[in-house]
């Protein structure tokens, strides 16, 4: 049996008083584990990510991770604890080199102590990046300013990253590149959750998923019994 890694139960949050974009949200990710949060515009996956991480201060719920609470500690410390994400929009720093916003990820003293071995990890995934390490950043395509965002976030060296919008605008073959990278970061004992408007593809390569409208969870389960939804086939298929 898997041992739980993050579990969020009864979450209820948003950007100001008693106005609540997430309602009641339970998830749990297990170590190991690729897991994906699917919805449409406005259902409130990057505010759940953004719960997790204590960059929204939630009104009621607890969020777990690694047999510890998490609800109350600061961003940073949540981040040395082992979380990391990849935001929405990338927002890597256009003017400094490829490595710089790299060097910028590993600021915690873990990530310090194995910084080379690091590196060397994210531009095995990515060699791009290595050819590309003194280009500025605002100069690389979108897709590789994607990477370089995941990169960035893997040399905190995570056991769970949360990616916001993996291949948001991009061309179909580097959504396909950065999909497999999301399943040879499982292999390599790093928990995703990812969030993706392909809800097709998000399933395919996930062990379970959520699905979130409006605020709260509509289904969720094995992403093989998601893949065969009618509900799901209909609304983000389209098929019937």
């Given at each position: 049996?898997?041992?739980?890694?993050?579990?969020?139960?009864?979450?209820?949050?948003?950007?100001?008083?008693?106005?609540?974009?997430?309602?009641?949200?339970?998830?749990?990710?297990?170590?190991?584990?690729?897991?994906?949060?699917?919805?449409?515009?406005?259902?409130?996956?990057?505010?759940?990510?953004?719960?997790?991480?204590?960059?929204?201060?939630?009104?009621?719920?607890?969020?777990?991770?690694?047999?510890?609470?998490?609800?109350?500690?600061?961003?940073?410390?949540?981040?040395e604890l082992g979380i990391a994400m990849v935001p929405e929009g990338r927002r890597i720093l256009p003017k400094?080199?490829?490595?710089?916003?790299?060097?910028?990820?590993?600021?915690?003293?873990?990530?310090?102590?194995?910084?080379?071995?690091?590196?060397?990890?994210?531009?095995?995934?990515?060699?791009?990046l290595k050819e590309r390490s003194q280009q500025k950043g605002g100069t690389l395509s979108g897709g590789e300013?994607?990477?370089?965002?995941?990169?960035?976030?893997?040399?905190?060296?995570?056991?769970?990253?949360?990616?916001?919008?993996?291949?948001?605008?991009?061309?179909?073959?580097?959504?396909?590149?950065?999909?497999?990278?999301?399943?040879?970061?499982?292999?390599?004992?790093?928990?995703?959750?990812?969030?993706?408007?392909?809800?097709?593809?998000?399933?395919?390569?996930?062990?379970?998923?959520?699905?979130?409208?409006?605020?709260?969870?509509?289904?969720?389960?094995?992403?093989?019994?998601?893949?065969?939804?009618?509900?799901?086939?209909?609304?983000?298929?389209?098929?019937?």
């Amino acid at each position: 049996m898997r041992s739980v890694l993050l579990e969020v139960k009864n979450l209820y949050a948003g950007y100001y008083a008693e106005q609540f974009i997430i309602k009641n949200v339970s998830i749990t990710l297990n170590k190991r584990e690729i897991v994906c949060l699917v919805g449409p515009n406005g259902a409130g996956k990057t505010t759940l990510l953004r719960s997790i991480v204590g960059l929204i201060k939630f009104k009621s719920g607890e969020i777990t991770f690694n047999d510890r609470r998490i609800d109350n500690e600061k961003t940073y410390k949540i981040s040395e604890l082992g979380i990391a994400m990849v935001p929405e929009g990338r927002r890597i720093l256009p003017k400094h080199t490829v490595l710089e916003n790299l060097e910028l990820g590993a600021y915690t003293k873990r990530a310090r102590e194995k910084f080379k071995e690091t590196l060397e990890f994210v531009y095995n995934l990515f060699p791009i990046l290595k050819e590309r390490s003194q280009q500025k950043g605002g100069t690389l395509s979108g897709g590789e300013q994607q990477m370089l965002a995941i990169g960035r976030a893997l040399m905190s060296r995570p056991l769970l990253l949360l990616v916001d919008e993996l291949t948001l605008g991009l061309a179909p073959k580097i959504a396909s590149q950065l999909f497999r990278v999301v399943v040879n970061l499982k292999q390599e004992g790093i928990t995703v959750l990812l969030v993706d408007q392909n809800v097709y593809k998000s399933l395919s390569v996930s062990d379970k998923g959520y699905v979130l409208e409006d605020g709260v969870i509509r289904l969720h389960g094995r992403s093989d019994e998601l893949l065969k939804n009618e509900y799901l086939a209909k609304c983000y298929f389209g098929l019937y």
